[in-house]
């Protein structure tokens, strides 16, 4: 997959990243992220990998 169609897809998700090159990221969840206590936590963790990316929201539990 290419790096624009890697991030075409996580923001078809709801997924934004101030930058989408490959490794970790701490981004807000945009599933649970606005009806938390502490709306500015950045909860979800994203790797981007050379063919995809990865990602898990430590409060929620979302992942894909």
């Known amino acids: 997959m ?3 169609a890697i991030q075409q897809e996580l ?3 709801g997924i934004r990243l101030r930058r989408y090159a490959q490794g970790s990221h701490k981004t807000l ?3 649970c992220s606005h ?3 502490k ?3 950045p909860c979800l ?3 981007i990998r050379s063919a995809d990316a990865v990602w898990h929201c ?3 539990l979302w992942a894909g």
């Open 2 to 4: 290419s790096p624009i």
């Open 29 to 31: 969840c945009p599933r």
């Open 11 to 13: 923001e078809n998700q």
């Open 35 to 37: 009806s938390r206590t």
């Open 39 to 41: 709306k500015t936590d």
């Open 58 to 60: 430590h409060n929620c």
């Open 45 to 47: 963790s994203v790797t």
